[in-house]
């Protein structure tokens, strides 16, 4: 039996160790931490068709530098002394162009609905349950001007094919009849769920388990040792591993996992926070985004609702800071008044690092100069929306089997 392994242990890792041990591959799943508590644990649970826009905007560089100052921002890049920063940084730049919001579109339209239809599938198979709800998404906006981009983003997501509806705020507040909401209007994407991601996850180690998937946690890949052009064993601080084929899926540690190979890639951790609250008094019906907050509001599982939000560009030693938070709680209070959430004690806070590339599109591909290594990371926010699509997609490269959809837009060397 061929040999897999995957590197990380967060949904993208899960979900290709899943696929290639459902085709057959003999698979190892290493992860420097104990797979209990990544960033795949803490996100909002949206499985999102209409994040169709990536992170990298016209506009959003201006933005950000009047955030700067602002230590509760929902985008903050910190400023510090780093080629691989001011790298990224002017990437970044480029990338934010009209044009390149067009072509990104298609691409992560594609991935959200074959990642969607795969967590469709998932949610019946034996041994998950994960609270997954097709109910839609509400984008929330606060001011006139956002509520008229709102109707150019309806048109859009139906030129796209995505079931979107204009709402009045009458319209959500009626939807919505137990909370007094303090909006504009919103946008209805009918075509968007959600889950609870600690289940998930924890569905996942369970199936592991079960499955005679080797489950390696806390332990360091440290290098690769190659036979011509092909990774024959991955080394870690602990260990060294027999790889017939080899994922890389570090998230936020790509880059560096990367550098082990010779190669360059641009990326950049993001860190966000949630707090989630069990058996609440605070009701939504629907999850919403804040659009004017960049704030992320989920009812899950049944008893609990999850508000998340910042993008805070930085280094994943930097200890969190928790005027983001307040800056989550603050946006909450003026879109719905009446959640009036008390300010948490750090123990209460989740936070995690999403992988950014420079164009907001992530890397998923085979490397051209290594043929047997994989790479799977740069998700952005969107890591849990993608995340079964992006293990399937894995799992046909290793068969070299043809691929459910077109690959080009996520080339892990496009930037050289």
Same mark, same amino acid.
Not at 93 to 104: C, L, P, Q, R, W
Not at 377 to 383: D, E, K, Q
């Given at each position: 039996?061929?040999?897999?392994?995957?590197?990380?242990?967060?949904?993208?890792?899960?979900?290709?160790?899943?696929?290639?041990?459902?085709?057959?591959?003999?698979?190892?799943?290493?992860? /420097?931490?104990?797979?209990?508590?990544?960033?795949?644990?803490?996100?909002?649970?949206? *499985?999102?068709? @209409?994040?169709?826009?990536?992170?990298?905007?016209?506009? !959003?560089?201006?933005?950000?530098?009047?955030?700067? %100052?602002?230590?509760?921002?929902?985008?903050? *890049?910190?400023?510090?002394?780093?080629?691989?920063?001011?790298?990224?940084? %002017?990437?970044?730049?480029?990338?934010?162009?009209?044009?390149?919001?067009?072509? &990104?579109?298609?691409? %992560?339209?594609?991935?959200?609905?074959?990642? /969607?239809?795969?967590?469709? +599938?998932?949610?019946?198979?034996?041994?998950?349950?994960?609270?997954?709800?097709?109910?839609?998404?509400?984008?929330?906006?606060?001011?006139? +001007?956002?509520?008229?981009?709102?109707?150019?983003? #309806? +048109?859009?997501?139906?030129?796209?094919?995505?079931?979107?509806?204009?709402?009045?705020?009458?319209?959500?507040?009626?939807?919505?009849?137990?909370?007094?909401?303090?909006? /504009?209007?919103?946008?209805?994407? $009918?075509?968007?769920?959600?889950?609870?991601?600690?289940?998930?996850?924890?569905?996942?180690?369970?199936?592991?388990?079960?499955? $005679? #998937?080797?489950?390696?946690?806390?332990?360091? #890949?440290?290098?690769?040792?190659?036979?011509?052009?092909?990774?024959?064993?991955?080394?870690?601080?602990? &260990? *060294?591993?027999?790889?017939?084929?080899? *994922?890389?899926?570090?998230?936020?540690?790509?880059?560096?996992?990367?550098?082990?190979?010779?190669?360059?890639?641009?990326?950049?951790?993001?860190?966000?926070?949630?707090?989630?609250?069990?058996?609440?008094?605070?009701?939504?019906?629907?999850?919403?985004?804040?659009?004017?907050?960049?704030?992320?509001?989920?009812?899950?599982?049944?008893?609990?609702?999850?508000?998340?939000?910042?993008?805070?560009?930085?280094?994943?030693?930097?200890?969190?800071?928790?005027?983001?938070?307040?800056? !989550?709680?603050?946006?909450?209070?003026?879109?719905?008044?009446?959640?009036?959430?008390?300010?948490? $004690?750090?123990?209460?806070?989740?936070?995690?690092?999403?992988?950014?590339?420079?164009?907001?599109?992530?890397?998923?591909?085979?490397?051209?100069? !290594?043929?047997?290594?994989?790479?799977?990371?740069?998700?952005?926010?969107?890591?849990?929306?993608?995340? &079964?699509?992006?293990?399937?997609?894995?799992?046909?490269?290793?068969?070299?089997?043809?691929? @459910?959809?077109?690959?080009? &837009?996520?080339?892990?060397?496009?930037?050289?």
């Amino acid at each position: 039996m061929s040999k897999a392994i995957v590197v990380g242990g967060g949904v993208i890792g899960m979900s290709s160790a899943y696929y290639l041990s459902k085709n057959g591959w003999d698979v190892t799943v290493i992860d /420097q931490s104990d797979f209990l508590n990544n960033c795949s644990y803490g996100n909002a649970g949206y *499985v999102c068709p @209409s994040h169709f826009v990536p992170l990298a905007t016209p506009g !959003i560089v201006q933005q950000g530098l009047r955030w700067m %100052l602002n230590s509760k921002s929902p985008f903050y *890049v910190q400023p510090r002394l780093s080629w691989s920063l001011i790298d990224w940084g %002017l990437k970044f730049i480029k990338s934010a162009t009209d044009k390149n919001v067009e072509k &990104a579109a298609i691409p %992560l339209r594609d991935a959200a609905l074959m990642s /969607q239809k795969c967590y469709e +599938e998932l949610v019946s198979a034996p041994g998950f349950d994960f609270a997954y709800e097709h109910k839609g998404l509400f984008e929330y906006f606060l001011t006139k +001007e956002k509520a008229a981009h709102g109707h150019e983003l #309806v +048109e859009k997501a139906l030129s796209l094919g995505l079931e979107t509806e204009y709402m009045t705020a009458e319209q959500v507040q009626a939807m919505e009849p137990q909370t007094r909401l303090n909006i /504009q209007g919103a946008v209805y994407f $009918k075509c968007d769920a959600h889950l609870y991601p600690n289940k998930l996850m924890r569905d996942f180690v369970r199936w592991m388990q079960e499955n $005679k #998937v080797t489950l390696v946690p806390n332990e360091q #890949v440290t290098g690769f040792e190659k036979e011509s052009n092909r990774i024959k064993r991955v080394k870690t601080n602990k &260990a *060294v591993y027999d790889a017939d084929v080899v *994922v890389i899926a570090t998230g936020s540690w790509s880059r560096e996992t990367a550098a082990l190979l010779d190669l360059k890639l641009p990326l950049m951790p993001g860190r966000g926070y949630s707090l989630t609250l069990e058996n609440s008094k605070y009701k939504l019906n629907y999850p919403a985004v804040l659009v004017e907050g960049r704030v992320a509001l989920t009812p899950m599982d049944g008893n609990k609702i999850r508000f998340g939000g910042t993008m805070e560009i930085t280094t994943t030693s930097r200890p969190p800071q928790m005027s983001r938070v307040a800056g !989550i709680l603050e946006s909450v209070k003026k879109f719905i008044p009446e959640f009036d959430i008390q300010m948490p $004690k750090m123990e209460d806070v989740w936070y995690g690092y999403r992988p950014c590339s420079p164009d907001g599109m992530p890397y998923i591909g085979r490397l051209n100069n !290594i043929p047997n290594c994989i790479v799977a990371t740069g998700h952005a926010m969107i890591g849990l929306s993608l995340g &079964a699509g992006t293990g399937k997609l894995v799992s046909e490269l290793a068969d070299e089997k043809p691929l @459910s959809m077109d690959l080009t &837009a996520f080339k892990v060397e496009r930037f050289g």
